[in-house]
T-cell receptor, first 114, second 111 residues
C-alpha cells in the first residue's frame, strides 16, 4: 500500500493563479480531509469528506474548493491564489468517522504564493 | 483563540532521560485527545491517544496523562532515544469529527 499520496511536493504560484493539489489514498478509507499548517499554529481543517459525493467545510474553507468523485481521490482547488494561502497542505484519510480512528497523513505539499 | 495550546515551541533532552511534553486546552467539551509525531518533510503519524474517561494510557515507552480538572495533558517518553527527535502535536476532539490541533513542540534528543 502506498498509503496517502500528495502531488506536487512543492509549488510556486503567482497571485491570482489557480491550481489543484492532488490527494489519493489506496486504503479504501471513507473519510478524507485537507489541512493547512502555518508557522506557530496547529493544523487547521480546510474541507473534509465523509464519502464519495459528500463534502463539507472545515475551519478555514474560504478560497478553496473540493470534490470527491471517487473514494480514492480528494483534490483541493485554489481558485485564485493569494499570498495568505502560502502554507504547507496536508491530506489525511481515515477508515470511518469515529474519533478513535487513526488519521493517516500524506507527506504534504509546500505552496508559496508570490 | 487557541483551544489547544502547546506552550513550549521546543524542548531539548539528553538521550536516555525522560521527555515530558505538555498540552493545555480550554474547551471542557473535549473528550478525546491524541498525540501525533512529525518528522521533517513527512506528514504527522499517530502516536497515542486517551479518552476523557481515563487519566492514563501507556504504550511501550510512551505514556499520556490527562488531568481533566486542570485541562492539561502530558506525553512522557521514557527512555528518550535519538529517533524520538521530531515535532509532537497534541490534538483534541469533542462530539464532532473535527480535531483541534496545538502548534506543536519540537523535541531534540541530544546524544
Amino acid at each position: 500500500n502506498a498509503g496517502v499520496t500528495q502531488t506536487p511536493k512543492f509549488q510556486v504560484l503567482k497571485t491570482g493563479q489557480s491550481m489543484t493539489l492532488q490527494c489519493a489514498q489506496d486504503m479504501n478509507h471513507e473519510y478524507m480531509s485537507w489541512y493547512r499548517q502555518d508557522p506557530g499554529m496547529g493544523l487547521r481543517l480546510i474541507h473534509y469528506s465523509v464519502g464519495a459525493g459528500i463534502t463539507d467545510q472545515g475551519e478555514v474553507p474560504n478560497g478553496y474548493n473540493v470534490s470527491r468523485s471517487t473514494t480514492e481521490d480528494f483534490p483541493l482547488r485554489l481558485l485564485s491564489a493569494a499570498p495568505s494561502q502560502t502554507s504547507v497542505y496536508f491530506c489525511a484519510s481515515q477508515n470511518s468517522g469515529g474519533k478513535q480512528e487513526t488519521q493517516y497523513f500524506g507527506p504534504g505539499t509546500r505552496l508559496l504564493v508570490l | 483563540d487557541q483551544q489547544v495550546k502547546q506552550n513550549s515551541p521546543s524542548l531539548s533532552v539528553q538521550e536516555g532521560r525522560i521527555s515530558i511534553l505538555n498540552c493545555d486546552y480550554t474547551n471542557s467539551m473535549f473528550d478525546y485527545f491524541l498525540w501525533y509525531k512529525k518528522y521533517p518533510a513527512e506528514g504527522p503519524t499517530f502516536l497515542i491517544s486517551i479518552s476523557s474517561i481515563k487519566d492514563k494510557n501507556e504504550d511501550g515507552r510512551f505514556t499520556v496523562f490527562l488531568n481533566k480538572s486542570a485541562k492539561h495533558l502530558s506525553l512522557h517518553i521514557v527512555p528518550s532515544q535519538p529517533g524520538d527527535s521530531a515535532v509532537y502535536f497534541c490534538a483534541a476532539s469533542d462530539s464532532n469529527y473535527q480535531l483541534i490541533w496545538g502548534a506543536g513542540t519540537k523535541l531534540i534528543i541530544k546524544p
